[in-house]
């Protein structure tokens, strides 16, 4: 198993490499998958697939995750702990206490219009977090 300073390495490399403003919070990310119990790498992954790690997040939404998009409904938040925060819980909550922990099982109600391609992507991802330890 990582170490805590290892995982946080880790993404906050993940995020300098595609120059991502999540930089900075890498460590709130980890310890927030922590105190949730969900995979590290799965809010990053998701913010990848979803906005390029932020890069394309609506303005000044702090919306990195795609979360609560859709229609003209859109979820904003005040900052990037807000929502990184609110994400986590969201996912251990909604999502991984209810049996979806593998990407493709969250995209059937993250995203389930997806035909496969999201969970594919996510995927992808978390295992080049993983490779980068």
């Given amino acids: 198993m990582e170490s805590a300073d290892s995982r946080i390495e880790a993404v906050r490399d993940?995020?300098?490499?595609?120059?991502?403003?999540?930089?900075?919070?890498?460590?709130?990310?980890v310890a927030s998958a922590?105190?949730?119990q969900i995979d590290y790498k799965l809010l990053p992954s998701i913010a990848m697939q979803e906005s390029n790690v932020c890069k394309k997040a609506p303005k000044d939404s702090y919306n990195c995750w795609g979360f609560g998009i859709y229609g003209k409904k859109m979820t904003?938040?005040?900052?990037?702990?807000?929502?990184?925060?609110?994400v986590?819980?969201?996912?251990?909550?909604?999502?991984?206490?209810?049996?979806?922990?593998?990407?493709?099982?969250?995209?059937?109600k993250y995203t389930p219009s997806s035909?496969?391609?999201?969970?594919?992507?996510?995927?992808?991802?978390?295992?080049s977090l993983e490779i980068s330890l």
């Fill in 14 to 29: 993940f995020f300098v490499r595609y120059n991502s403003p999540l930089a900075p919070y890498a460590e709130h990310i």
């Fill in 88 to 108: 986590s819980k969201v996912l251990a909550r909604d999502y991984v206490r209810k049996g979806l922990v593998l990407p493709k099982e969250i995209m059937t």
């Fill in 34 to 36: 922590d105190a949730y």
């Fill in 76 to 86: 904003t938040f005040e900052n990037y702990p807000q929502a990184i925060e609110t």
């Fill in 115 to 127: 035909n496969g391609s999201w969970a594919n992507s996510v995927s992808f991802f978390m295992n």
